[in-house]
Each structure stands twice: as structure tokens, then as C-alpha cells.
């Protein structure tokens, strides 16, 4: 009998009044339960997107285009090639449990589901975009929350101006690594 596991990582939002003079919005991503990841994963990976806007798709793709890892290959592909690993990025379903959630990635050996709260993809929220997408895809390839503040697999995201080129370059890094360990 096959069981089929699937691992759940929550964002969450959370809405942080400061004593400064801007409302600062922390994305609070609920630590994980320290499960496993794929443990294997075949890239490049095929991404889908399901119920965005053209608005919302041209930024997921803005996000991820030219996403390689630090050796120049493909990572993610939206066309129609067949994929060994499929990620599908949608909307997260509006509920009184999800509205302070940012994120959720639902993962398995041969696909990630990605929901992002409405709210990431709007003019006031935009700097959280890439580093909101780029975690849960994160979670996707098998990584694990980063105790470290700063890198992007820190539980909590920050604005993306926050983050080093170094914390990016490090995540990127991470892509070749679990590349080395699955094999491609
Ligand atoms: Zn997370």
C-alpha cells in the first residue's frame, strides 16, 4: 500500500504597529514541523498557474524569470514540456483561518501546491512578494526554515529590500545543493 505524505508550511501574516511612524507589516511564517522534503525532485520543475489575474501572473513571472540556480540552469519552466515535478502557484481561499496567512505550501514527491494570500500581490505589499514566493518555493525543493534572520528561509519574511545579495545568493546556492543530493 502507498501512502502518500504531504507536508504543510504555513505564512502567516501579521500586522505589527510600530512606535515609528509607518504600520510595519511582518510576514510571520509558522515554524514548520521539521518534516522531510521531497526526496526527490527532478529539475528543471514545471509551474502552473491557477486563478490569477494577467495582472498577478505577469509578477509571478517577473519573480521567477531567469531563475537559475548558481550553475545558469533552468530551475522553473511554465510551458507545456513534460515535468517529472509539476508546482502549481494559486490563491489562497479566503477563510477567517487563512486571512492572516501569507503563504501556504502543500508539497509531495512529485508536485507543490503554493496558495499566496491575495494580499502579497498588492501595491502595498509588493516588496513582500519575491521573498514570500521564493520561501514556499523554497519548501518546495525540500528546504527547511533557516534559524538565521536575514536569509529567506528565516521564518519570518521581510520586505525583499531587506535581504543581502549574499541571503539570495545563499538561497540560490541552496537549489545547486539539493540538485547535488537528488541527482539530475
Ligand atoms: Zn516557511
Not at 74 to 87: A, C, K, N, T, V
Not at 114 to 127: A, G, P, R, T
Not at 139 to 147: A, K, Q
Request: with cysteine; aromatic share 12%; hydrophobic share 35%.
Amino acid at each position: 500500500m502507498q501512502r502518500r505524505s504531504e507536508t504543510m508550511q504555513l505564512l502567516e501574516l501579521r500586522v505589527v504597529k510600530l512606535k515609528s511612524l509607518t504600520f510595519l507589516i511582518v510576514l510571520f511564517l509558522s515554524v514548520g514541523c521539521g518534516k522531510k522534503g521531497p526526496d526527490q525532485l527532478p529539475w528543471p520543475a514545471q509551474v502552473k498557474l491557477i486563478g490569477l489575474s494577467a495582472e498577478q501572473e505577469k509578477t509571478v513571472f517577473s519573480s521567477l524569470s531567469g531563475f537559475t540556480n548558481n550553475s545558469g540552469k533552468e530551475l522553473f519552466y511554465f510551458d507545456d514540456r513534460p515535468s517529472q515535478f509539476q508546482i502549481t502557484i494559486g490563491k489562497l481561499k479566503v477563510s477567517p483561518e487563512t486571512t492572516s496567512k501569507a503563504g501556504l505550501a502543500t508539497y509531495n514527491r512529485v508536485s507543490c501546491k503554493v496558495e499566496l494570500n491575495e494580499v502579497v500581490f498588492s501595491e502595498d505589499y509588493k516588496d513582500y512578494f519575491d521573498p514570500v514566493l521564493w520561501h514556499e518555493l523554497g519548501h518546495c525543493s525540500g528546504m527547511e526554515h533557516d534559524p538565521k534572520e536575514g536569509e529567506i528561509m528565516y521564518h519570518i519574511a521581510s520586505p525583499k529590500d531587506f535581504y543581502k545579495t549574499d541571503a539570495v545568493t545563499r538561497f540560490v546556492n541552496s537549489f545547486d545543493g539539493l540538485i547535488a543530493l537528488f541527482g539530475k
